[in-house]
Each structure stands twice: as structure tokens, then as C-alpha cells.
């Protein structure tokens, strides 16, 4: 065929070569015009370039400008080399001069070193290769030049240009005349001519006065102009290691070298983690993906799975498409060695195509190998990137969600549930990134195993097709299956991890009332759902496993069963090459399961996280709001109907009008259940409105009932993302009286609040509150009853100085149960069963109507019972509280926080003070071999271990004895007879077969039966030692910490980490059959072998120690990230009310670029080994190839040395796989290395002790006898109780009071041995407490505590979680504490839901259902830990009358704020600093007018008697 086609017809071109070949054979160019000058001349050129930028170079180093004008050279951070084709273009100039110098090389060592223009061509093609490296260098590192392109090499650019033209004339030329020239030097040329002519418009056409935003438009190689001002922002912005690199760091990961060697001198810490490049940033992502969804979408509520996938593919199209090459070139490099294992079997047989042919063949399979291992790290690693990305954007859109949801879409989505999204779904997208391109993949490996089948065996190639497509549909009803038990199976780990998240909530309440194992046996319950689910899943796995690895065996049981059928000649050559062909064909075969089951849990979690993000959000239209100026109305509601059940025909609020004017202050009281608190939450927009208009002028503060404190310094709490203004500081702690806490604590504001605010009483949390609010100085002020959880001094000075004083000039609309603070109000607002019943005045409506006499009228009757225990109490000095100069809280009602104050007497303690809540413990250095072993007898004592062994050990023996026979009963060549006949060869192929297949059933199966067991014990010793450890344990530890390992190391641990051991010895055995397959005909393969294997231990060794530490890291950065979404889920409604949404978005993407960095680099760390240990394996395949050729035909048998090759094309695979499966196995034991930390957590004293049970009646009297107690939070911590004696005598009622760090809590959580005496005894009747079972003294008490406690179930679940009353018993309780009626109007009954946390019931009745528990249980003693101070004073009265009337013989202790409640009881005890201060009737302590009680009732009196006006 004429080379030239249809251009030869072309004037032009015929008048062209027509001069061009007039000029070739005219005397004058006979010798300028011969090849060999050509190519001296291109030699020449490129030694000219290497001369001009050497000189650049040292005029450079000397101190003055380059030659080619680079005039105070700057260097570039360049991050998008892969978007720079001039770039790209030199480097590929380089390998293809690098490959034509081989070829060259190679054409002369066959000319026996005499061809002269092989020479001349061979050195110029080096100079060429060398000189583009440079160029590719050069123009990496240099910062591109806006004005002007070097001059000498602009010329130099047009000079190459013109040479590689003329070339190509003079090759095209010489072809059509039939004279000697390869058509790869054409091709050469012609690519020559190409890049030539780009790089000149490049350097010349496109250069533009400004840096051009397109990739094609940067300047190839720029000089850069002296008098340019320095780049600002690539000074500030530190370039990353990655970002930064060069070409040959980036290919061979040496930008990791650094960390790595860091990782080698030292323990690994997250600040030496170098930051995340910004294409790799959540920051950078977050916006593309979201406007990309919503572009998709129009609006958020119609995101589908489809629709979240486009967005999904879109952020991170280019990577992509990248890694996608990447895979191509991987998959046709892998076949090359295939394709010429027949050709290799033929030459060791003695056939010779060619001279040398030998090394062609070695290097063409070394080449190929090279490029595999190239393109295979930089698929993964880049793979590895997209996932990183992937999960970072999900992560923000799912925290983005949580902060938006309305109330109804979240009683339906739990705290819980949307952690999991983010902790398991988002990650098991972001992993599925290992398997987007296996789908395309498995099609092209199969056509292109079809296509060497076809070459070798013909139209037995179609069996081997059919047999492919036929495993293949096998798998659809197990993928259905697969789907089916993997939805199930998240469904499941949902509602445990709800369940979970809720009960470390409230652990404390669960231990004071003996509930904890109960609840551990709920969590037992759901787990053992969800273990059904797993055990369905693992086995359907197994299955699939057995089908696909017997797969290649059934498919070249096929195929060779179909040349014997058609008669197709079977030679060793041709079978080794269609088993080389299986064998790779095994890889995607083998993967296709886990591609499937990959395919499927990715759909689940894609569907689930679309279902989440299509929820409603808050109704935008519920609020109207207006500037400050706009109107003189702050709030204004027009017949306003809300209701948190849209559906419900029964609205919360109805008909609601008032208007608030600037500056007035809005009071807000009813009885329990009225509607207050939901009416401050229609004006935060927080309640879907029905009807009506509801009008907001000016920014908003709210100070919810229930605290909300976030994780971290009092400071930062209190500024909430405000700078620091001391002043304005100052004086809003010294109104919310924290100035004398902050003194008490070790650290001041600068202590770290546990979660929760777990180190701190109720009253300062709710101080904190204040305190953050006023700080924000807005316009309107909302405070849902603050004074409630604070004592009567405080909440007059509360009172006092906030209200009255910095808010007097503010609108504040606050709830209140103290009637005593209604009078200050410029409107009331009485409310009743969701409607506004009366408005106006204190003195408007004081005779206007019944329900606020009510109100009132309570008020008074509690005041009567302090007045009738002594008359005189209001005649005493009420000045006395300005002597003290202490505003304090009555109680401080957390432990933790007096074990603080207690240490306010610092030099009691020498020891230096920690932090409560500490950095989360990490292991250091390798993980002990004991984590290893404790796993693998995890499970039946690790009996099941060695069978799993032998089971693969015999499948490996059986596959190579299968292989060896058909290598060895199968010619060489057509010549030769088969030493056996056809059937024979069958038949034991197929039994070889069948046996290989059972021992993969038996391995399967025991493997997963021993990977769910140990799971299973796991999950049951960690959650055990959990329930059963210590109250202090929950207080110092983040519930993320917990839930991290109850979630996602579970996950490992049931998902993954069976499959991680199983691949370890798989390798392991493999990785032994290869090297003695090879040592078979080449021993002398050791002499290499054993060095790379040490080199390459070297190297693991080299790299554990940083790969180690960054995969703790991955881990211990995971709990902050979920903690902050699970503390912003819980307070969302504050974040809100104070519009710092944006803010906690910036922290999410903050930690999330946290937990990204160590990930990245972990990914960079392994790609680093891998390509080390893919260049020595390669090193060691090429070094036998080698000896092969070397040794004289006929010495060894070549369809054994054919099986060798075989076997060595996936030695590199395979030994890089061993180390990477060892690293990984020890990354991801670190999950059973965390839950192992979980299992040895000190354990509290035991719950019953046989020898030791009281009686069945015990406590009969109820006597309390405490004798010089002395308690201690720590050995190291001072004295909180300091030697207290002193009796509650049995069926009296003693009331505690005292400020705070006075001891009070801390002796109530010593009677219930929730903190253990250091010194002295508490007896109850006469029984030692320390001498009986933590549950035999905790199921015999009663507590009602201070935080009203309600789980998610039912109401009869709430009163009777241990399912030992009658439903009649209940009623009776619930008709006893007013909630009975409640109960009978819902729907349910009893069997009422109840949502988490008891969310849908107001704090009043969750206080009752409370008093409703102690009334069914009846013990003889009641502990009352500021039982009322979330209920009106009417509900006060009604829950004192009860238990006066309910609890008339028992022993009754109660904490309390309201002098109300203590001071009709038997005895008071006041305590200060952890002793006794005063303990008597309240009658005589009243007589004393100088005791601390009596200036504490005074005070009540006096408080409750004033207006505030």
C-alpha cells in the first residue's frame, strides 16, 4: 500500500517532494542531505540547548542573570502538572528519544558495533532525551514569565521546528522512493513535527499580557522579569510536599520521602502533617459540589441517588478521567506478558525469529512490566485522592443538612442515624473509589483475554467466553441478595447506634437508678438483630467467593475441553499462554464479588444519604424578618397558628397575637405543658407555621431551658466566635455572677468543658448561657426560664443585672415559673393549653381572669409554708448577702465540677492540674503482637485458624499441580507427541480442578464462620466493660470516642478485618508457589531473590513506622469531627437563633481537612512502598528471564520454563501485595487495638456479691448513718467531703442546702456509690453500703434527679424499663403525679411514643414522669436532686404534696433551690467546703438569726416579696 495515499495526488505535495528530491540528488546536498548528517545535525541542536541552559544555570549560581534572560528566577508551586500538556508534551519527547536511542542501541549491537549512522543516531537520540528532561525541569520549576519568552530559546524552538520538518520531507521522501527507512522513524518525525509546532505556538501565539486561566495558554518555558513584584500569594501560601514536587518525585512518590523519614526519628504527631493541597480541600469542594447538586437538582428536596452521583462525578471529573487512563494503560501492560509467553516457550524450544531475539523478548516483557508498575501506583493513589475528596464533600453537605432540618424531619432522623451517615455511609462512598473503574475494566480484560485466547487457540476462545458470561450471571441473585442483607444490615446498625448515642447521654441516670445493665441488654438485643443480618451477609459473601474463585478453573476447564472437542492441537506454549491469560483473568474475576457487594453497600449508602438530603428544612417563610430601624415593633404576631406536627389537627399554638415593642420586657408564664417554651420557638422560626404572620425587626440571642455548652475552653463558649473585647467581657461575667467560678476553677476561662458541660453544676452551665448571649449584644433577647436551674440569691442578682440592668434598654421575652419576677414586665403573657389567655400588666391582670390567679395564688401558698414554720422569718435583715460578697449556685450539682472547686485549696495538692477531658489516647509505636494473637483466638480459642491454613495451603498445591500437568502432558510443538492422551489430560485437570474448588469452600466458610465470631466477642467484651465502668470514665471521655469505635471500628472489625488476615496468608502462600515454581528451572533465581526480599523488608520496616502512626491518626482525628457534628445536631436551635451557621460550617470543614490529611498521606506512604517493591520484583522477574535465555537450548524442559514465567509475570503483584497486605493488616488492626483499649477499662466494685445480699426488705427504716466520709475524686486530688458525720434518721425528711463546691452533690453520689469513699462508711439500717452489690443498693434507692430523663420508646417503657409493674400499677402512678389524663388523650395510651430524649414532652412533664418512677417503685428511700426546677411553682406544690402525701414514712433527702421545698422538712444540713456547717430543724436553725439558713430564707422571702420595678 503507497505510505503516502491520496496526497501524492496533491499539487502541492507533488511539487514538494518533487524539489526535494532534485535537491537530495544534486551534487551540492549528496552528503548534507544523507540521513546520517540528519541525525548528527538533530544531535547537534539538542547538545546546543544543553549548552545554552548548563551556562543559564552557572551564570545563575554566580549571582547573575541567565543567559536566556531569567533575571531573579523565582520558583513555582504548581499543583495541576497533569493539566499542562506543553509540560506533558516535553516529558513525552524525553521517553520517545529515550526508546529510540534503546532501539538504535540495540540495531547497532546487531550490526557487531559497525554502523556508523546507528551510532551517530544513538548518541543524538540520548542528547535528544536528556535535553527534553532538561526542558520538562525546567519548565515545571520556573514561574511563568506574563511579558516575554526567553529569546534564545525562542530561537532555538523555531530552529528544532524547521529541522524536524525538513527530517520528515527527506524520510517521506526516501520511503516513497522504496529505500530503506523504518516506518518508526516516520512516526517519529511525524510526533517531532507535532510537538514542534505546538510548542511554538505556545511560546509565541499565546503568549497574553495576564496569566491565562486555560492550561494551554501558560507559557512552556518563561523567563521571568526582574522587575516584577514578588507573588504575595505564593509566598503565604506554604506549598505542600505534593503540590511542589517535580516530575520524577511525583513519579516515583519521593515527596513523601520526608514524612516518612520524620516518621523513623520520631512518634508522628498531626501538626508534622503537611497540609492538604487546595484542590483537595473540603473548603475548595464543598462549594462546587453543592452548587453542582443544587445546578442538578433546582432545589434541595429533589435530590436523587442519580442526581447526588452526577454531582459527585463532576467534583472530581478530571482525577477521574485521569485514573481511568491510568487503569487502561495498567490493564493492556499486564496482557503483554501473556501475549508472548508462546513466542518465549518457542525460543527457549530452539526457534529464532531473529538475531537477539531473546533480549527483545526480556526487555519488551521488563518495559511492559515497568509500565504496569508505574501506571498502577498512580491509578491508586490518585483513586485514593477522589475518594478523599468524595467524602469530604458529603460530609459537608450532610452537616450542612443537619443544620437546617426541620423538627419533624429530625424526630425521624436521631443524632445517632446522622452520624452514621457521615461515619459509614460517606466512607464507604468515599472507598468505593477502589472500585468505579472496575466495571469497564472487567469488559476490556475480558476482550482482551479473548483476543491472546483467540491467537493461541481459536474458536475454543468462544467456550472461554460463554463459561466468563455464564460465572458472571451467576452472580445477579447473589448481588440482589448481597443488597437485600447489606440495606438490612445499616438499617439495623442504625437503630443500635440511636440507641447507643442515647444511652451514654444519660448513663449517669442509668447507673444512679441500677438501669444499666438492662439497657446494655437492649443494646444486646438490637445487636443481635443486626448480627442475624451480618451472619446473612458474610455467608451469601462465601458463596460468592467460592463461585468466583473456582471461576478461571471452571473457565479453562471449558476452553480446554473445547479444543479437545474441536480438535484443536493443545501445545504447552499456547496452554501456558491461555493460563497466564486466566490467571490475570483472575484478578477481576476474583474482584468482581467484592466489586459487586462494593456496588451494592455504595447504592445503599448513595440512596440513604439522598433520602436524608431530600428531607424538609425549616419553613424560610415563618418568620418575616426586618432591620432594626424598620419599624418600633421588635416582635409582632398576627392570629399565629404553629404547630411541630404539620399533619396534627390539634396545633401546639393557636391564634397567637402580641406585639413586643423596642425595649420592653415580655414575661411569659402558664402551667406545665402550656406552650411557652414553644412559643419562643416560633419566633426563632424553629415552628412550622400554619397561619397568621409573625414579624422579627433586629438580631436575635436565645438561652434555651436545657444547656447547651459545646466541647471546649468557658472563653470560647462564652465569645461564640466574637473577638475578645475585655471590657464588654468583663462585665457580662461579673453579671452573670462567674467571676468567683472561674477563681474556684484550676484553669479559669480557660478550663475545658467536658460534653455536655459535664464538669459543671447545672447553674453554671446555664450562667454560661447568659453569659453568651449577652456577649452577642443584639436587638431581642429570648431566655426560656433560665433562673430555674440557680438559687435565690443568684436569680435575683441574675435578675437584677441582666434583665434590669445591661438588657434594660433591649427587648427581652422571657418564660418564668418564679411569679416573683413578673411584675417587672411591661406585658405578661399568661398561657394555657397553647393559647394566650390573658395579656397586659401585672396589675392589669392580676383580678382579669382565673388562670394567672392561679399562678399567683400558688405562689402564695408556697410562701405561706415558709412562713408558718416561723412567722418572723420576713422581719430578718435581708442586707445580709451583701457581707458575703458570693453569688453562687445553691448546689453544684456535677462531681466533676466540685472535685474542681475542691481543689481551690491548691496547695493541698502538689501535683500538677489537668484538664478533665484529655487528648484521646493513642497507642505508640508497633502495634503488640498481643492485639494479633488475642484476635485470632478471638474466636473458638482460634481452632478454626489452622484448617482455614490448610485449606489454602492445598488449593495453592492443587492449582500448581493442575498447571504443572497440563504444562508438562501437553508438546511443545505440533512435531512432538503428547505424553498422554486427551481424555486423560481432561480428566485430571478436572480433578485437580474440583478439589482446588472444594478447599475454597472450606476456606470461605470457615473463614467468615471465625471472622463473625470474633466480631460478635468483641463487640460484646467492649460494650460490657463500657456499661460497667465507672461514672468518671463517661465524664473524662467524649461520647464520640465511644460511638467511633461502636460504629466505624466495629464496622471493621465485622466487615473487613477477617478478609485482611485471610489476604496476609493468602500472599503469603501464593507468594511460596511462585518462588518454588521458579526454582524449579532457575534456583539461581535465589541469588537475586533473597537480596530484594531484604531490601524489601528493609523498606516495609523503613515505611511502618510513619504508615502506623498516620493510620492512628486517622482514627483519633475521626472522634472530634463527630463529636462537633453530634454537639452541633443537639444545639442546632441555638446556632441558629444566634446566625452563626457559617461559622460551625468552617469548623466542620476544619476537622474534616483534619481527618483528610492523615488519610492522604497515608495513601502517599503506601504508593511510595509499593512502587519501591514493584521496581525490585521487577528487577528479580527480568534477572531469571535473563538466566532463561542465557543457558543453551535443550538444558531444561521449556513448557516448565514457560510455567515459571507464568508464575513470575505476577511475582512483583505478588510480593508488593504481601508487603501491602501486611501494612494494611496493620493499619487496620489499630480498629481491635481501640476496641481492646475499650475492653480493660477499670471496672466499677460488683453489681451483686452472693456471699453478701441484704434482706428482701431491707431498707425496712430507712436510717442513714454516716460516719467521717471522706471523699476524693482522684489519690492525687484534695479532700471534697472532709470527714462529715452525721444521722438522717429513718422516716424523716432532711433538706441540703449549701453554695456551690460545698459537697453537696458529691455526697448524694456517694450514697449511691456512684464515687467510692476514700475514708469512713455510710450504713443504711445497720448494712454497710461497701459490703453489698452496687445493684443490691442502687435497685433499694429512689432518685428524682435534676436533668428530667426520658428515652426513646414508650411511656410505659419510661416508668417500667424493667418490666416489673402491672399496667394498672402505672396508671395508678401516672394518675398520682397529674399525668395520668396526659396520657389517656394520646392515642397510644401507655404504648405512646416517645421521642429521643423525651423531645416530643415538655421538661415539666418529663420532671413528673420522673416522680411518676419513684412512685412506682416505693423505696424506703427518696433522694431529690433539685427535683423541681424545671416546673411552675403550682407543679412545685403538686410534686411536694405528693410526696408528703406518698412518702409520709419514708426517708426523704432533697437538694434544692427553692427554700419551699426544705423548709418544712424535718432536718436541714447545710454544708460548706465539704464539712458540716449547720444540721437542725429548720425551726431552731430559723430561731438563730445569725445562722447561714436563716439569711438563705430571708433572702427567698425578701426576693419573693419584692416586684423588681
Given amino acids: 500500500m503507497d505510505f503516502l495515499g491520496s496526497t501524492t495526488h496533491n499539487g502541492m505535495s507533488t511539487m514538494l517532494f518533487s524539489f526535494s528530491e532534485s535537491v537530495m540528488y544534486s551534487k551540492l546536498g549528496s552528503f548534507l542531505l544523507k540521513p546520517l548528517f540528519l541525525r548528527g545535525v538533530s544531535g547537534f541542536l539538542h547538545l546546543l540547548l544543553l549548552l545554552i541552559m548548563f551556562c543559564s544555570w552557572v551564570c545563575k549560581k554566580v549571582g547573575g542573570s541567565g543567559i536566556m534572560g531569567l533575571k531573579d528566577e523565582r520558583f513555582k508551586e504548581m499543583s495541576g502538572l497533569a493539566n499542562t500538556p506543553a509540560l506533558f508534551c516535553s516529558l513525552g519527547l524525553s521517553l520517545i528519544n529515550l526508546v529510540m536511542m534503546s532501539l538504535s542501541c540495540f540495531y547497532w549491537y546487531q550490526s557487531s558495533w559497525s554502523d556508523d549512522y546507528q551510532l551517530v543516531s544513538s548518541v543524538g537520540f540520548l542528547l535528544a532525551a536528556i535535553a527534553w528532561a532538561s526542558v520538562s525541569i525546567y519548565s515545571h520549576r520556573c514561574r511563568a514569565d506574563e511579558q516575554k519568552l526567553p529569546f534564545l530559546l525562542g530561537l532555538w524552538l523555531v530552529f528544532y521546528f524547521a529541522v524536524s520538518c525538513f527530517c520528515l520531507v527527506v524520510d517521506i521522501v526516501l520511503y516513497k522512493r522504496r529505500e530503506l527507512v523504518p516506518v518508526l522513524l516516520l512516526v517519529y518525525d511525524v510526533v517531532t513535527v507535532s510537538i514542534g509546532m505546538f510548542l511554538c505556538y505556545v511560546a509565541f501565539l499565546r503568549k497574553l499580557g495576564g496569566k491565562s486561566s486555560e492550561p494551554l495558554e501558560e507559557p512552556l518555558l518563561n523567563g521571568v522579569d526582574g522587575t516584577a513584584e514578588p507573588d504575595t500569594a505564593n509566598e503565604s501560601k506554604e506549598g505542600t510536599p505534593y503540590s511542589s514536587a517535580g516530575i520524577l518525585s511525583l513519579l516515583t512518590f519521593s515527596w513523601m520521602t520526608p514524612l516518612i523519614d520524620s516518621g523513623n526519628k520520631k512518634t508522628i504527631d498531626l501538626e508534622d502533617v503537611p497540609q492538604l493541597d487546595s484542590g483537595d480541600s473540603v473548603v475548595g469542594l464543598a462549594p462546587v459540589f453543592r452548587s453542582k447538586l443544587q445546578s442538578d437538582t433546582g432545589e434541595s428536596s429533589g435530590v436523587t441517588t442519580l442526581k447526588l452521583v452526577n454531582a459527585l462525578f463532576f467534583s472530581a471529573k478530571w482525577e477521574i478521567l485521569l485514573t481511568a487512563f491510568f487503569a487502561f494503560v495498567y490493564t493492556v501492560a499486564s496482557y503483554v506478558g501473556p501475549a508472548l509467553i508462546d513466542t518465549f516457550v518457542q525460543y527457549l524450544n530452539g526457534r529464532r525469529l531473529f538475531k537477539n531475539e531473546g533480549y527483545v523478548l526480556v526487555t519488551s516483557f521488563f518495559v511492559a512490566k515497568l509500565v504496569e508498575c508505574l501506571s498502577q501506583r498512580h491509578w491508586f493513589f490518585r483513586l485514593q485522592k477522589v475518594g478523599i475528596r468524595m467524602r469530604s464533600a458529603l460530609v459537608a453537605m450532610i452537616y450542612e443538612k443537619g443544620l437546617t432540618l426541620s423538627c419533624q424531619s429530625k424526630q425521624g432522623h436521631t443524632s445517632g442515624e446522622i452520624i452514621n451517615f457521615m461515619t459509614v455511609d460517606a466512607e464507604r462512598i468515599g472507598d468505593f473509589s477502589w472500585y468505579m473503574h472496575d466495571p469497564w475494566m472487567v469488559v476490556l480484560q475480558v476482550c482482551l483475554a479473548l483476543w491472546i485466547l483467540y491467537r493461541n487457540l481459536g474458536l475454543a476462545s468462544i467456550a472461554a467466553l460463554v463459561a466468563t458470561v455464564l460465572v458472571m450471571l451467576v452472580n445477579f441473585p447473589f448481588g440482589r441478595m448481597q443488597e437485600k442483607f447489606q440495606d438490612k444490615l445499616m438499617t439495623s446498625k442504625d437503630k443500635r447506634m440511636k440507641s447507643t448515642s442515647e444511652i451514654l447521654r444519660n448513663m449517669r441516670i442509668l447507673k444512679l437508678q441500677g438501669w444499666e445493665m438492662k439497657f446494655l441488654s437492649k443494646i444486646g438485643d438490637l445487636r443481635k438483630d443486626e448480627e442475624g443480618w451480618l451472619k446473612r451477609f458474610v455467608y451469601n459473601s462465601a458463596v460468592i467467593s467460592f463461585f468466583f474463585w473456582g471461576a478461571p478453573t471452571l473457565v479453562s476447564v471449558c476452553t480446554f475441553g473445547a479444543c479437545m472437542f474441536l480438535g484443536i492441537p493443545l501445545e504447552s506454549g499456547k496452554i501456558l499462554s491461555a493460563l497466564a491469560t486466566f490467571r490475570i483473568l483472575q484478578e477481576p474475576i476474583y474482584n468482581l464479588p467484592d466489586t459487586i457487594s462494593m456496588i451494592v453497600q455504595t447504592k445503599v449508602s448513595l440512596d440513604r444519604i439522598a433520602s436524608f438530603l431530600r428531607l424538609d428544612d425549616l419553613q424560610s417563610d415563618v418568620v418575616e424578618r426586618l432591620p432594626r430601624e424598620s419599624s418600633d415593633m421588635a416582635v409582632e404576631v398576627t392570629n399565629g397558628t404553629f404547630s411541630w406536627d404539620v399533619s396534627s389537627s390539634h396545633p401546639t399554638l393557636k391564634d397567637i397575637s402580641f406585639k413586643a415593642f423596642h425595649g420592653m420586657r415580655v414575661a411569659v408564664c402558664g402551667t406545665v405543658g402550656s406552650g411557652k417554651s414553644s412559643l419562643l420557638s416560633s419566633i426563632l422560626g424553629e415552628v412550622p407555621k400554619i397561619s397568621g404572620s409573625l414579624k422579627v425587626c433586629g438580631t436575635k440571642a436565645y438561652v434555651a431551658q436545657s444547656p447547651w455548652i459545646q466541647s471546649g475552653k468557658i472563653e470560647d463558649n462564652i465569645l461564640f466566635g466574637k473577638p475578645m473585647e475585655r471590657t464588654r467581657y468583663e462585665r457580662v461575667l461579673e453579671a452573670c455572677s462567674l467571676n468567683k467560678d472561674l477563681e474556684i476553677l484550676s484553669f479559669g476561662d480557660q478550663t475545658v468543658i467536658g460534653e455536655r458541660g459535664i464538669n459543671l453544676s447545672g447553674g453554671q452551665k446555664q450562667r454560661i448561657q447568659i453569659a453568651r448571649a449577652l456577649y452577642q449584644d443584639t436587638d431581642i433577647y429570648l431566655f426560656d426560664d433560665p433562673f430555674s436551674a440557680v438559687d435565690a440569691h443568684t436569680g435575683s442578682h441574675l435578675f437584677k443585672e441582666v434583665l434590669l440592668g445591661l438588657l434594660s434598654s433591649k427587648t427581652v421575652i422571657y418564660v418564668t415559673h418564679q411569679v416573683e419576677f413578673l411584675p417587672a414586665a411591661d406585658l405578661i403573657l399568661v398561657m394555657k393549653d397553647g393559647k394566650i389567655t390573658q395579656a397586659g400588666k401585672y396589675s392589669d391582670i392580676l383580678n382579669s381572669g382565673t388562670d394567672f390567679m392561679e399562678l399567683v395564688g400558688a405562689h402564695q401558698e408556697a410562701l405561706s409554708v415558709v412562713d408558718s414554720v416561723d412567722a418572723r422569718s420576713n422581719s430578718i435583715d435581708t442586707t445580709f448577702g451583701e457581707g458575703k460578697g458570693v453569688v453562687s449556685d445553691d448546689i453544684g450539682h456535677e462531681p466533676k465540677e466540685e472535685k474542681e472547686d475542691g481543689e481551690k485549696n491548691k496547695a493541698d495538692s502538689g501535683e500538677p492540674k489537668g484538664q478533665l477531658v484529655e487528648e484521646e489516647e493513642r497507642e505508640k509505636g508497633s502495634v503488640a503482637l498481643t492485639v494479633y494473637w488475642k484476635y485470632i483466638t478471638m474466636a473458638y480459642g482460634g481452632a478454626l485458624v489452622p484448617f482455614i491454613l490448610l485449606a489454602q495451603i492445598l488449593f495453592q498445591v492443587l492449582q500448581i499441580g493442575s498447571n504443572y500437568w497440563m504444562a508438562w502432558a501437553t508438546p511443545v510443538s505440533e512435531e512432538e ?533
Fill in 977 to 1509: 507427541e503428547p505424553p498422554v492422551n486427551g481424555s486423560t489430560l481432561m480428566i485430571v485437570y478436572v480433578a485437580l480442578a474440583l478439589g482446588s474448588s472444594l478447599c475454597i469452600l472450606a476456606r470461605a466458610t470457615l473463614l467468615v464462620t471465625a471472622g463473625y465470631k470474633a466480631a460478635t466477642e468483641l463487640f460484646h467484651r467492649m460494650h460490657h466493660c463500657i456499661f460497667r465502668a465507672p461514672m468518671s470514665f463517661f465524664d473524662s471521655t467524649p461520647s464520640g470516642r465511644i460511638l467511633n469505635r461502636a460504629s466505624t471500628d466495629q464496622s471493621a472489625v465485622d466487615l473487613n478485618i477477617p478478609y485482611q488476615f485471610a489476604s496476609v496468608a493468602i500472599t503469603v502462600i501464593q507468594l511460596l508457589g511462585i518462588v518454588g515454581v521458579m526454582s524449579q528451572v532457575s534456583w539461581q533465581v535465589f541469588v537475586v531473590f533473597i537480596p530484594v526480599v531484604a531490601a524489601s523488608i528493609w523498606y516495609q520496616r523503613y515505611y511502618i513506622a510513619a504508615a502506623r502512626e498516620l493510620a492512628r491518626l486517622i482514627g483519633v482525628c475521626k472522634a472530634p469531627l463527630i463529636q462537633h457534628f453530634a454537639e452541633t445536631i443537639s444545639g442546632s436551635t441555638t446556632i441558629r437563633s444566634f446566625d452563626q451557621e457559617s461559622r460551625f460550617r468552617s469548623d466542620n470543614m476544619r476537622l474534616s481537612d483534619g481527618y483528610s490529611r492523615p488519610k492522604f498521606y497515608s495513601a502517599g506512604a503506601m504508593e511510595w512502598l509499593c512502587f519501591r517493591l514493584d521496581m525490585l520484583s521487577s528487577l528479580t522477574f527480568a534477572f531469571s528471564l535473563i538466566f532463561l535465555i542465557s543457558i543453551p537450548t535443550g538444558v531444561i524442559d521449556p513448557s516448565i520454563a514457560g510455567l515459571a514465567v507464568t508464575y513470575g509475570l505476577n511475582l512483583n503483584m505478588m510480593q508488593a501485595w504481601l508487603i501491602w497486605t501486611l501494612c494494611n493488616l496493620e493499619n487496620k488492626i489499630i480498629s481491635v487495638e481501640r476496641i481492646l483499649q475499650y475492653t480493660s477499662i477499670p471496672s466499677e466494685p460488683p453489681l451483686v456479691i452472693e456471699s453478701n445480699r441484704p434482706k428482701q426488705s431491707w431498707p425496712s427504716h430507712g436510717e442513714v448513718e454516716i460516719r467521717d466520709l471522706q471523699v476524693r475524686y482522684a489519690p492525687h486530688m484534695p479532700l471534697v467531703l472532709r470527714g462529715i458525720t452525721c444521722t438522717f434518721s429513718g422516716g424523716l425528711k432532711t433538706g441540703i442546702v449549701g453554695r456551690t463546691g460545698s459537697g453537696k452533690s458529691t455526697l448524694i453520689q456517694t450514697l449511691f456509690r456512684i464515687v467510692e469513699p476514700s475514708a469512713g462508711e455510710i450504713r443504711i439500717d445497720g448494712v454497710d453500703i461497701l459490703t453489698i452489690g452496687l445493684h443490691d443498693l442502687r435497685s433499694r434507692l429512689s432518685i428524682i434527679p435534676q436533668d428530667p430523663t426520658m428515652f426513646e420508646g414508650t411511656v410505659r417503657s419510661n416508668l417500667d424499663p424493667l418490666e416489673e409493674y402491672t399496667d394498672d400499677q402505672i396508671w395508678e402512678a401516672l394518675d398520682k403525679c397529674q399525668l395520668g389524663d396526659e396520657v389517656r388523650r394520646k392515642e397510644g395510651k401507655l404504648d405512646s411514643i416517645v421521642n429521643e430524649n423525651g423531645e416530643n414532652w415538655s421538661m415539666g412533664q418529663r420532671q413528673l414522669v420522673c416522680l411518676g418512677r419513684v412512685l412506682l417503685k416505693r423505696s424506703k428511700i427518696l433522694v431529690l436532686d433539685e427535683a423541681t426546677a424545671s416546673v411552675d411553682t403550682a407543679t412545685d406544690n403538686l410534686i411536694q404534696h405528693t410526696l408528703r402525701q406518698h412518702f409520709s414514712d419514708c426517708t426523704v433527702i432533697t437538694i434544692a433551690h427553692r427554700i419551699s421545698s426544705v423548709i418544712n422538712n424535718d432536718m436541714v444540713l447545710l454544708l460548706s467546703n465539704g464539712l458540716i456547717d449547720e444540721y437542725d430543724s429548720p425551726g431552731r436553725l430559723l430561731e438563730d438569726k445569725s445562722s447561714s439558713f436563716a439569711k438563705l430564707v430571708a433572702e427567698y422571702t425578701a426576693r419573693s416579696n419584692s416586684s423588681f420595678d
